[in-house]
């Protein structure tokens, strides 16, 4: 989004990614349609799979709490096609495109920047950083003391071409996503269909039961409960890491660099829903490329202007102080209030499911 929004305006753009497209991306898929808006993306025109979501469901032991809504409140898409079109696009505007371009080390001097890449030595007036959560460019900025205090999230998924016809006739049918929160109360699985393809995931916070283990929960919770026949052949599970928003707690910008998306920490918290600020964050950062605003810190405050902008747009509210605050409780009081919120029809539709996964105002 970055490189497309400042190519499209003349700017002199190199897009460097370690990986080549399209190629699978470790998440579950699911777009708000904020996002889609912000993408500046149709679902009348969109050309690949785009599951429209009116049914949400949460697993608690006595079965399904379903929440529904009159029309589309997101989309099941996959990764690797919406990744590939948004990548084709920034191209098409006149950014220039490296893939397979491994970024080994990034120096941030006090006129330029220089990446080095294998033997090659790129050099430019400003990097931005977009590489998740071992981004080479925070790590430049910031050292390990930058993830130090953020809070840690872990997470595996598959995903799997099983076919329609079989996915419909499964025990939970299609388009709906399912959430599970974990026993532990820091996380949670799903299991999400959309068109051909199922979606199974979990993730929780750093620091409890290891992922791998949750993961074999899960699995053997949905084929005992007959949601998962025995027979299908999951694709392998891949993970990754990244950080959920709790408020500022470091610069995000500095003369020569802007970090956005989740080499910034911006994930919502509950959720884990990232793509949306990932594209707000990277829309922000072409807007202050562009300006020139970023690179001064306003007068009596020690954030840069761009950090500040981007705190505020994240916000410092509900699920931030919720976050933290359900942590620090004994696990029966925290599973007691996260299954009231669940089975509550009306704080599952507002808090649970529009507020902290549909990111609407509450």
Same mark, same amino acid.
């Given at each position: 989004?970055?490189?497309?929004?400042?190519?499209?305006?003349?700017?002199?753009?190199?897009?460097?990614?370690?990986?080549?497209?399209?190629?699978?991306?470790?998440?579950?898929?699911?777009?708000?349609?904020?996002?889609?808006?912000?993408?500046?993306?149709?679902?009348?025109?969109?050309?690949?799979?785009?599951?429209?979501?009116?049914?949400?469901?949460?697993?608690?032991?006595?079965?399904?709490?379903?929440?529904?809504?009159?029309?589309?409140?997101?989309?099941?898409?996959l990764r690797r096609?919406?990744?590939?079109?948004?990548?084709?696009?920034?191209?098409?505007?006149?950014?220039?495109?490296?893939?397979?371009?491994?970024?080994?080390?990034?120096?941030?001097?006090?006129?330029?920047?220089?990446?080095?890449?294998?033997?090659?030595?790129?050099?430019?007036?400003?990097?931005?950083?977009?590489?998740?959560?071992?981004?080479?460019?925070?790590?430049?900025?910031?050292?390990?003391?930058?993830?130090?205090?953020?809070?840690?999230?872990?997470?595996?998924?598959?995903?799997?071409?099983?076919?329609?016809?079989?996915?419909?006739?499964?025990?939970?049918?299609?388009?709906?996503?399912?959430?599970f929160p974990e026993?532990?109360?820091?996380?949670?699985?799903?299991?999400?269909?959309? +068109?051909?393809? $199922?979606?199974?995931?979990? @993730?929780?916070?750093?620091?409890? %039961?290891?992922? /791998?283990? *949750? =993961?074999?929960?899960?699995?053997?919770?949905?084929?005992?409960?007959?949601?998962?026949?025995?027979?299908?052949?999951?694709?392998?599970?891949?993970?990754?890491?990244?950080?959920?928003?709790?408020?500022?707690?470091?610069?995000?910008?500095?003369?020569?660099?802007?970090?956005?998306?989740?080499?910034?920490?911006?994930?919502?918290?509950?959720?884990?829903?990232?793509?949306?600020?990932?594209?707000?964050?990277?829309?922000?950062?072409?807007?202050?490329?562009?300006?020139?605003?970023?690179?001064?810190?306003?007068?009596?405050?020690?954030?840069?202007?761009?950090?500040?902008?981007?705190?505020?747009?994240? +916000?410092?509210? $509900?699920?931030?102080?919720? @976050?933290?605050?359900?942590?620090? %409780?004994?696990? /029966?009081? *925290? =599973?007691?209030?996260?299954?009231?919120?669940?089975?509550?029809?009306?704080?599952?539709?507002?808090?649970?499911?529009?507020?902290?996964?549909?990111?609407?105002?509450?």
């Amino acid at each position: 989004m970055t490189a497309w929004t400042l190519a499209r305006t003349g700017y002199e753009v190199l897009l460097l990614d370690a990986k080549t497209f399209p190629r699978p991306k470790p998440c579950a898929g699911w777009i708000t349609r904020a996002a889609l808006r912000d993408m500046e993306l149709d679902e009348t025109s969109y050309p690949h799979l785009l599951t429209p979501i009116t049914r949400v469901a949460i697993g608690l032991e006595e079965g399904l709490q379903v929440t529904q809504w009159p029309e589309a409140v997101s989309y099941g898409i996959l990764r690797r096609e919406l990744d590939d079109l948004l990548l084709r696009r920034a191209k098409a505007a006149g950014a220039e495109v490296r893939l397979g371009c491994r970024v080994d080390r990034v120096e941030l001097c006090s006129d330029e920047v220089i990446i080095h890449s294998g033997t090659n030595s790129i050099r430019g007036s400003l990097v931005v950083g977009a590489g998740g959560a071992a981004c080479p460019v925070a790590r430049a900025a910031e050292g390990k003391s930058f993830w130090k205090q953020r809070t840690r999230v872990g997470s595996q998924m598959s995903e799997t071409h099983i076919g329609h016809h079989l996915l419909e006739q499964s025990g939970l049918g299609t388009g709906m996503p399912v959430l599970f929160p974990e026993p532990e109360c820091d996380g949670y699985a799903w299991y999400f269909t959309k +068109g051909d393809y $199922l979606n199974i995931g979990v @993730g929780a916070l750093a620091g409890g %039961l290891a992922i /791998p283990l *949750r =993961r074999q929960r899960f699995l053997e919770r949905l084929i005992r409960s007959g949601i998962l026949p025995s027979s299908w052949k999951l694709s392998p599970f891949t993970g990754h890491s990244y950080a959920v928003w709790r408020g500022f707690r470091h610069p995000l910008a500095g003369p020569r660099h802007l970090l956005i998306g989740d080499a910034a920490g911006l994930a919502h918290d509950f959720s884990g829903e990232g793509i949306g600020p990932a594209v707000q964050s990277g829309l922000l950062a072409a807007a202050f490329i562009r300006s020139g605003a970023f690179r001064h810190p306003s007068p009596g405050s020690s954030m840069d202007p761009y950090t500040q902008s981007l705190a505020k747009l994240q +916000g410092n509210g $509900l699920f931030s102080a919720m @976050g933290g605050f359900l942590e620090r %409780l004994p696990l /029966p009081v *925290r =599973r007691s209030m996260v299954h009231h919120l669940c089975r509550s029809p009306w704080l599952r539709r507002r808090l649970v499911l529009e507020g902290a996964f549909l990111g609407k105002e509450l």
